[in-house]
């Protein structure tokens, strides 16, 4: 260790690590990534990348790889480490630890042993997805990635479709086009959505549009890299036929059919051109 570099006290250290663009590190990670005493990571040959970008030298300390298929025997050499009064940094891949990322069993085992724990917090794609797809941000569910078999997909959706809160899920490139055309079929097609790709790095795209844009767009164009689709809010409850007439029935006394098909569809996600065909029949029964 760099002799002007502070040592930092015994436990573990979870650090974020950019999404793609390398100059998203935090200062507090490259203090840490300079003065641990031994470095842990999902992909070492990542974490030494990130390190050369930014002039951070081993210094001939340990760069071990732990993920989750590592098992017993390297979670019990880090927590030996930490036990000797060593501090231990660990690294996804990219972005934060544990976000759809290893981490989890390491930091239980190190917390049931009465060892320190502690995060620099940073880049996430679920967040940076969330702050781009100008959908509401106040509730969100991160539903990670779906099952890749389609009938597990759908159950998988169908679990989630009465959810009121923004979704946002991680997806593979190969799977979005089939993932967005039964999340259109089972979350509803009017739903809005946004399909974020790339991001922070130089071909970053955010397309936004309803979830059955989305499908077609996906359907016809190959997208490429790393995806995160963000979902509008649910409601908990479908808006049945009744209730559709009633709202109707008190839009229509004081609009034209237009705007209060346009106000109701808005209002309950239905689909516009039912919403607009009970409009239509309402209004020529004289408000049924
Ligand atoms: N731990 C990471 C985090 O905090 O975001 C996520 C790791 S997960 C194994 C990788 C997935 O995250 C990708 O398949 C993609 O869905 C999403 N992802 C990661 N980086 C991304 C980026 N730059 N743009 C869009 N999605 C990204």
């Known amino acids: 260790m760099n002799p002007m570099v502070t040592r930092m006290p015994a436990g573990l250290y979870l650090v974020a690590t950019p999404i793609g ?74 972005g934060t630890p544990m976000i759809a990322d290893p981490g989890f069993d390491l930091v239980r085992a190190v917390r049931d042993a009465g060892h320190e724990v502690t995060s620099a917090p940073g880049p996430s794609a679920v967040i940076t997805a969330l702050t781009l797809a100008g ?23 169908e679990a989630l479709a009465g959810v009121e809160a923004t979704l946002v899920f991680y997806e593979s490139p190969k799977r979005v086009a089939a993932m967005l055309r039964d999340a259109s079929a089972v979350l509803g097609g009017q739903r809005e959505g946004a399909l974020c790709r790339e991001l922070t790095k130089k071909f970053e795209e955010v397309l936004r549009g309803t979830l059955e844009e989305l499908a077609a767009i996906c359907a016809e164009r190959t997208l490429k890299g790393e995806i995160v689709v963000v979902v509008g809010k649910g409601r908990a409850h479908a808006t049945g036929e009744e209730d559709l007439r009633e709202m109707l029935r008190a839009a229509l006394e004081t609009m034209s059919v237009r705007d209060a098909a346009d106000a109701v569809a808005q209002a309950t996600g239905a689909k516009r051109r039912s919403v607009y065909q009970l ?6 029964e004289g408000l049924g």
């Open 135 to 157: 959908l509401p941000t106040d509730r969100f569910l991160f539903a990670g990635f779906l099952p890749s078999g389609a009938s597990q997909r759908k159950s998988a959706l």
């Open 21 to 94: 663009s390398a100059r998203d590190i935090t200062l507090r990670a490259l203090d840490l990534l300079a003065s641990c005493d031994v470095l842990v990571a999902e992909d070492t040959r990542s974490l030494r990348r990130l390190m050369e970008i930014h002039g951070v030298a081993p210094g001939g300390r340990p760069i071990l790889s732990y993920h989750d298929h590592s098992g017993e025997a390297a979670r019990a050499r880090i927590m030996a480490d930490i036990a000797a009064g060593r501090s231990v940094l660990y690294a996804s891949e990219a």
């Open 279 to 284: 409009a239509l029949s309402l209004a020529s």
